[in-house]
Structure formats: structure tokens, C-alpha cells
């Protein structure tokens, strides 16, 4: 769905700010009428987490219901209105005025309904929104799972079968907003470079056949313009650009597109993007930008405040690109989850590259296979929906389909390095995500990301080797060349066999902030900076590594556990609260990048 614009044919409306909240831990408010309106409530913003906000609702992780009024503007008319939640975690069920709008599973994600049939123009809308975050193993991703992959690592509370707090609630903007009829209702931005002319096709489409579509790309120095007539609601423009100005981390240049669509004669909507220019592709194994080859050096990242829990937080956006700037990285991951649209707008702007994920975090293959066949159908319906909101940006380079999916016999595999063939089903379903990716989107490469002793029949239809690797760390710790040379051999095997780029998507140690040894000893910031060094000079002395992130930008909460000291993860180059530890300052001297303002 295409992001709610505002401008002469297109109207929107922002519901954040505050509404009335309450908890329904014994699943009553549906019998008790909830839907219809509540009395007994207290404040609470949107968007933000529940779970920061009241010491009871800390780690409550069930049902609560919110509710506002809003009333339609008297200048709206009667066209297609509509209501967009850009995500809610994990279930929504909507009404208004007590009658029943829609549901949607899965957060991350923007979903949306059409009101023309429900809304009162007259009067205030009450609109209630019931948000169940319950953690089971059929949902992705998936909680309470009876054997767990991730508990091999520490048994944690809230039960989750990955290393992040499972934040309930509405955690984007909700916007209602109102499009003409006929209205362009989605785009496609496809860029090629031939013989040094920037293509740039338009895929337009309109559920009104009898439309055309006027096209202008602006730029510094010139105007282009085109059009196209309708062929049963698709419109197809392209333009060549002589000389383009391309879209790269050291010039991340954005053109205005400008679209018309004209009905009978006369304009009845309009949309406008910023795009860039870029190719993206794979040569042997490198991965090429524009035709030359790339480097990614960066972070995975974490939607995480101590404030807003995984809500939006523009502020904290816009400081977190900022920061990655000023270390010098040039790409991200967006670990373990889709991240807000905003994000990508800030990183088309600064030039990161960025692997865009699905929220497929702690698959497993063990147990019922009915659950694992409906985990691989919502897999598929999150891998269309990311392609369908983020096909547009130019930051994002590649699509990653899940992270850490565990074989049964992980354990066995990491330290007896086995190779033995997994059930067929399993790399199915991976095959599966990555071949939807790709029919949904040929110009992006496709990959996972992948952990020691993934096996590697998974790999075969990936682009590119994502590894999530923790020697030194869960695995050889203190011993950090052993680790190493273990690592090595470990990525030419890998390499041999696929004869794919091989991006390390994470490395780290937990560090406590301020903790300082000598020697380095574990959780020092020391030993944190000695770990970084030695991966660093790894990669740099593999010609098909293409790229390394570091776990974690920033410390971040997850669940309660042992191995989790005061239930955040402290991989963080930076404090939860983005202050730079000694690694930080160390990536900034690694990578170089001069400071920009």
C-alpha cells in the first residue's frame, strides 16, 4: 500500500496522541462489550509500547483494549476513506461505533480498512481497538515453544523463542486518511543504468480503466517528463535520464517523481516519491553497487527506547542515523523485524544501504507440521507485505527472509561440524521465502541470516551467505584466536561450497558499560574492542567477505535471564541510552569515515 500522502486531491488525519487504555488479562472484554466503549481507563500515547509505561504493565504480555473519537472533516467528500495502523504487535481487532471493521495478525507491518461504510459524518466515531500479544509456537515469531532452540542458551521469561523483549501494543501512527475515486492506488520504481543513461520505469495502477497518467522526474538541472494510457488500470512510463546523478552512500541523491492521473480530461490525483538512481547486483562474490563493488560496514540495529519500548520514536531515528554516520558505517540491518517507513525515508537520505527483514525471527522445524505449514503461510504473507511497502526505497539493497532458523541437531552440527542432510521440508520452506522474494522483486538479491552450522542445502537459493557467528563469545570464550582460526576455516568451507559473498550480519560480546580489565575479561569493554579487532582483520583478509555488521548498534532490552544482566542485551556499541563505548570510537578509527555535518 502506498504511504498516505497529503496534498490538493489527497486528505489525511493523524489519530496519535493520547487515548484511553486498559488491560484485559482475563480475556472479558469482548463478552463484556468492550468493543462498544469502555469508562474504566487510564492514558496511555500512541505510538508506544504498553510495556514501558506502567510498572504493572511491564512484562504483561496478553490483551488490552484502546480507544479515541474522531470526527470525518466537513471538507472531505465522499470518497474512499480509509484507516491505517502502521503496525500493531501482534493481533488487532477494530470497531467502530461497535460494529465491527476488521482484524489483522502479525506486527511490523502496516494494515488498513476501508470506513465509507462505517463512519457516522455527522457526529463522533468512537474507534476501539482490542491488542492480544499472546506468545505462541504457530505465530511468527513464535513463543512458548515446548522445546526451545534459543533456550540451548538460557532459559528466559516472557517465554520467547528469540532474544528481544516480545513489546505489546500500537506501535506506529494511525492515520486515517481519504483518496479520490479513481486514485492511483499503487506504484512501482524499477532503476537500470545503460551505457551511462539512467532508466527509470514506472509501473502505475488504478482501478479505473478509463485513466492516463502524467509523469515528471525533477532534478537539479533538468525536467523530464512522460505519460501513459491506461491498458485495464495498468500505466507504464519510461524515462531515460542522460548523465544521472546516482544514488550511493557518499551521494545519496534523490529525484522528485511526480505523478498525475488524469480522468476525462481532468486531474483527479496526484503522487509524488523520491527515488535513486542505483543498480544492485552480484558478480562472483561481490556484491556491486552501480558497477562497482561495495563493502557493507555496519550494525544490526533494534527499534528500542526506554521510553516508547518499540514504538515509533522519530527523535531517536533520526539521532541513530546520525551516530552510524558519525562511526562511519555505511549499512544496517533491520534486525529482527520490518523497521517504520520513516526509518527508510532517513536512510534513502543519508545513503545507508540497508538488508530489510522480515519479522521470521526463531523459526524451528520440530513438532507439529501443521503449525510449521501455517508459520511458512504467514512467512509468506510478511515477505509480500515487506516487498509491497519497501519495493520503492533505494536504500534497500537486499531482502533478508528470516533470522536464526534452527535445525533440530543445531548443537551437534556447531561442534561435531556434521554435514548431514536436514529433512527435505525444512529447506523447502526457506526455498520457498526466498523464491516469493524473488518473484515478487528481480532486482534485489535474496538471503537469510544464517548461524553455525546451518546446513547448507539452505544456502542454495540465497544470493548472498548472511552468518551470524559468536565465537569468543557463547563459544570459545577468552580464546579469541582459537576462535578465529575455528571461524576461518568454517567461512572457506562455506565459500567452497556456494561460492557465494559471505556477509558476517553478526558479531558481538556483551559489554557493560564502564567495566574495564586488564587483561580483557568477559563483559569488559576491553575484551568487546579485541573481539571487533580480530573479526575485522578476518574479514579484511577474505577477498569474498563482502561485509561485516556488528551486534548491536545499541544495548536493548530483552527477556528476563540469567545471561541477561538487568534484562538488556549489552552487545551495543553504544548505551541503550546511545552513549559510545570504547567500541564505538574504535569502529569510528577502523572505518575511517571523516565526520559529516
Not at 155 to 174: L, M
Request: glycine letters at 8%; hydrophobic letters at 35%.
Amino acid at each position: 500500500m502506498l504511504y498516505p500522502q497529503q496534498n490538493k486531491y489527497r486528505d489525511l488525519y493523524v489519530l496519535d496522541g493520547i487515548w484511553d487504555f486498559r488491560l484485559d488479562p482475563e480475556n472479558v472484554g469482548v463478552d463484556h462489550g468492550w468493543h462498544e466503549g469502555f469508562m474504566e481507563s487510564r492514558p496511555i500515547a500512541v505510538p508506544s509500547s504498553w510495556n514501558e509505561l506502567y510498572p504493572d504493565t511491564y512484562d504483561f504480555i496478553g490483551v488490552g483494549w484502546y480507544q479515541t473519537v474522531f470526527s470525518i472533516p466537513t471538507s472531505w467528500s465522499q470518497d474512499d476513506i480509509r484507516l491505517r495502523f502502521g503496525s500493531v504487535t501482534y493481533g488487532a481487532t477494530v470497531w467502530i461505533n461497535g460494529h465491527f471493521v476488521g482484524s489483522h495478525e502479525g506486527g511490523n507491518l502496516p494494515f488498513e480498512f476501508c470506513l465509507t461504510d462505517h463512519i457516522d459524518r455527522e457526529s463522533g466515531n468512537k474507534l476501539v481497538v482490542r491488542v492480544e500479544n499472546e506468545l505462541r509456537p504457530d505465530r511468527v515469531p513464535p513463543g512458548n515453544v515446548p522445546k526451545q532452540s534459543l533456550n540451548i542458551f538460557m532459559s528466559n521469561t516472557p517465554a520467547t523463542n528469540y532474544d528481544f523483549f516480545p513489546y505489546s501494543g500500537i506501535h506506529r501512527s494511525v492515520i486515517l486518511y481519504r483518496i479520490p475515486i479513481p486514485s492511483i492506488s499503487d506504484v512501482t520504481i524499477r532503476t537500470s543504468i545503460i551505457d551511462e543513461v539512467g532508466l527509470v520505469d514506472i509501473r502505475a495502477f488504478s482501478s479505473d480503466p478509463d485513466v492516463d497518467l502524467f509523469v515528471s522526474l525533477q532534478s537539479d538541472s533538468c525536467v523530464l517528463q512522460g505519460s501513459a494510457v491506461s491498458a485495464n488500470g495498468e500505466l507504464n512510463v519510461s524515462l531515460e535520464v542522460n548523465d544521472p546523478r546516482l544514488w550511493s552512500p557518499s551521494d545519496p541523491y534523490l529525484y522528485q517523481l511526480n505523478m498525475s492521473l488524469n480522468h476525462q480530461g481532468k486531474t483527479v490525483d496526484s503522487y509524488s516519491l523520491e527515488i535513486g538512481i542505483r543498480t544492485i547486483e552480484i558478480r562472483g562474490h561481490e556484491i556491486y553497487l552501480n558497477g562497482e563493488p561495495i563493502e557493507l560496514k555496519g550494525f544490526g540495529r533494534h527499534e528500542d527506547s526506554s521510553v516508547s519500548g518499540r514504538g515509533q520514536n522519530l527523535p531517536l531515528s533520526v539521532k541513530d542515523h546520525n551516530l552510524m554516520k558519525w562511526v562511519g558505517a555505511n549499512s544496517y540491518r533491520t534486525a529482527h523485524y520490518p523497521y517504520s517507513e520513516e526509518d527508510l525515508f532517513l536512510a534513502d537520505k543519508h545513503g545507508f544501504l540497508v538488508v530489510d527483514e522480515t519479522p521470521a525471527v526463531g523459526l524451528f522445524f520440530e513438532g507439529d507440521r501443521g503449525q510449521i505449514e501455517d508459520r511458512l503461510t504467514k512467512c509468506r504473507e510478511q515477505v509480500s507485505e515487506l516487498i509491497s511497502r519497501d519495493k520503492n526505497h533505494p536504500s534497500v539493497i537486499m531482502w533478508s527472509v528470516a533470522n536464526e532458523p534452527f535445525p533440530p541437531d543445531l548443537m551437534t552440527r556447531i561442534f561435531s561440524e556434521i554435514e548431514e542432510p536436514v529433512e527435505s521440508f525444512t529447506t523447502e520452506f526457506l526455498t520457498t521465502l526466498a523464491s516469493d522474494a524473488k518473484n515478487l522483486d528481480d532486482t534485489r538479491p535474496v538471503s537469510f541470516a544464517a548461524v553455525h552450522g546451518t546446513p547448507l542445502e539452505w544456502l542454495e537459493n540465497v544470493d548472498v551467505v548472511m552468518l551470524n557467528t559468536y565465537g569468543g563469545w557463547y563459544f570459545d570464550q577468552l580464546n579469541l584466536g582459537g576462535a578465529i582460526d575455528k571461524l576461518s576455516e568454517y567461512l572457506d568451507r562455506v565459500h567452497s561450497s556456494t561460492g557465494k559473498p559471505i556477509v558476517i550480519s553478526e558479531v558481538g560480546a556483551d559489554t557493560i558499560s564502564g567495566f574495564h580489565s586488564v587483561p580483557e575479561e568477559l563483559y569488559s569493554e576491553e575484551y568487546q574492542v579485541e573481539m571487533l579487532r580480530r573479526y575485522l582483520d578476518l574479514a579484511e583478509s577474505k577477498d569474498f567477505l563482502a561485509g561485516l555488521h556488528v551486534w548491536v548498534m545499541a544495548d536493548f532490552r530483552t527477556t528476563h535471564s540469567l545471561m541477561r544482566i538487568g534484562g538488556l542485551n549489552r552487545k551495543g556499541a553504544f548505551t541503550r541510552d546511545r552513549q559510545p563505548k570504547m567500541a564505538a570510537h574504535f569502529l569510528r578509527s577502523r572505518w575511517s569515515v571523516a565526520p559529516s555535518g
